[in-house]
């Protein structure tokens, strides 16, 4: 359980580092709304130094050393196999079947 809750921190704060740099590029965007709507002369001025911004946010939206790291240990991680299924399947059954002994008096063998 240790190395899935691992997993899933990894994956939250991916996310959360996503959620960021996508706010950025909306404020980025939001300024050239902006611009475009009030202040034209000044979005030509800024031209270069906004396509510069959107694209370094558009790079980061999914940080690719993040991504590729994340591969990496998940490729590295323990495998569950086949056999982990069917057993945790049968203690799931079990538990089950043995959770309506209420409703009579059989359980499984």
Not at 12 to 21: H, I, P
Not at 53 to 72: G, H, M, Q, V, Y
Not at 75 to 92: F, M, N, W, Y
């Amino acid at each position: 359980m240790k190395v899935l809750k691992n997993e899933l921190t990894r994956i939250k704060d991916l996310f959360s580092e996503v959620k960021k740099n996508k706010q950025e590029l909306l404020d980025t965007l939001t300024m050239v709304d902006d611009y475009l709507r009030d202040n034209i002369s000044k979005l030509r001025q800024d031209e270069e130094n906004i396509c510069e911004k959107i694209r370094k946010s558009n790079k980061r939206l999914l940080p690719s050393d993040e991504i590729s790291s994340a591969n990496k240990e998940a490729a590295e991680s323990p495998r569950i196999t086949d056999q982990d299924l069917k057993v945790g399947e049968s203690e799931g059954l079990r538990k089950n079947y043995d959770s309506l002994d209420h409703l009579g008096n059989k359980k499984l063998n």
